[in-house]
């Protein structure tokens, strides 16, 4: 079983910047999307930013683009998210996600998750 370790993240004022981490205990195959996602109290969760087969390719959601980066090292089976010019809006729960296969990286249905992390960004 794949386990996903995140780390990172807290709290930061509107404007600042966050960075989280997400390590596996097994390498990810490279071409399989990994990604993150996130819940708002009340909300459904909802897709962030996700990075492609091998990659390179990079999504992300339009509430996001251009203030985050997703990135991924597969020599040390880790996936980046840095948040930059935060909004109070994107205070949730952050969670990143592994597939075993080749699939739409927008989509939910990942195979792998990490335990979550808070994101907190005050007004």
């Known amino acids: 079983q794949v386990q996903l370790v995140q780390s990172g993240g807290g709290l930061a004022q509107a404007g600042g910047s966050l960075r989280l981490s997400c390590a596996a205990s097994?390498?990810?195959?490279?071409?399989?999307?990994m990604a993150w996602f996130r819940q708002a109290p009340g909300k459904e969760r909802e897709f962030v930013a996700a990075i492609g087969n091998w990659g390179r390719s990079e999504y992300y959601s339009d509430s996001v683009k251009g203030r985050f980066t997703v990135s991924r090292d597969n020599a040390k089976n880790t996936l980046t998210l840095q948040m930059n010019s935060l909004k109070p809006e994107d205070t949730a729960v952050y969670y990143c996600?592994?597939?075993?296969?080749?699939?739409?990286?927008?989509?939910?249905?990942?195979?792998?998750w990490g335990q979550g992390t808070q994101v907190t960004v005050s007004s």
């Open positions: 996600a592994a597939s075993r296969t080749n699939k739409p990286p927008t989509a939910p249905d990942y195979d792998y």
């Open positions: 097994q390498p990810i195959s490279t071409n399989s999307p």
